[in-house]
């Protein structure tokens, strides 16, 4: 089992910067992912950000340019810099761990942090 815990989500104004946080504890795959997703009110869940284990990135197109995830394999933490924040990235924020082996992935998920920008 994995355990994910959030930080950092909050009420900022628009064009403002929030940082998240995430920390994973327990059984934590050497070939993994963590990431960021979100759920807006009334619209499905997305993905928003992705890092590897190696580092590769992944990002929304709505994000590109704004955000930008990061992590500390060490430390087991996942962040996501946000910056020129617009209302519409209102939303709760979850972090996400998918553990790999072979064609196998065990994903896990954070409990949520509600991020509301204001115009």
Do not use: H
Not at 20 to 41: D, E, H, K, Q, V
Not at 62 to 91: C, H, W, Y
Request: a positive charge; aromatic letters at 8%.
């Amino acid at each position: 089992q994995v355990q994910l815990v959030e930080s950092g989500g909050g009420l900022v104004q628009a064009g403002g910067s929030l940082r998240l946080s995430c920390a994973a504890s327990g059984s934590i795959f050497s070939t993994n992912a963590m990431g960021w997703y979100r759920r807006a009110p009334g619209k499905q869940r997305e993905l928003v950000a992705s890092i590897t284990s190696g580092s590769s990135t992944n990002y929304a197109d709505s994000v590109k340019g704004r955000f930008t995830i990061s992590r500390d394999n060490a430390k087991s933490t996942v962040s996501l810099q946000m910056n020129s924040l617009k209302p519409e990235d209102t939303a709760v924020y979850y972090c996400n761990l998918d553990n790999l082996s072979g064609s196998a992935r065990f994903r896990y998920w954070g409990q949520g942090t509600q991020v509301t920008v204001s115009s």
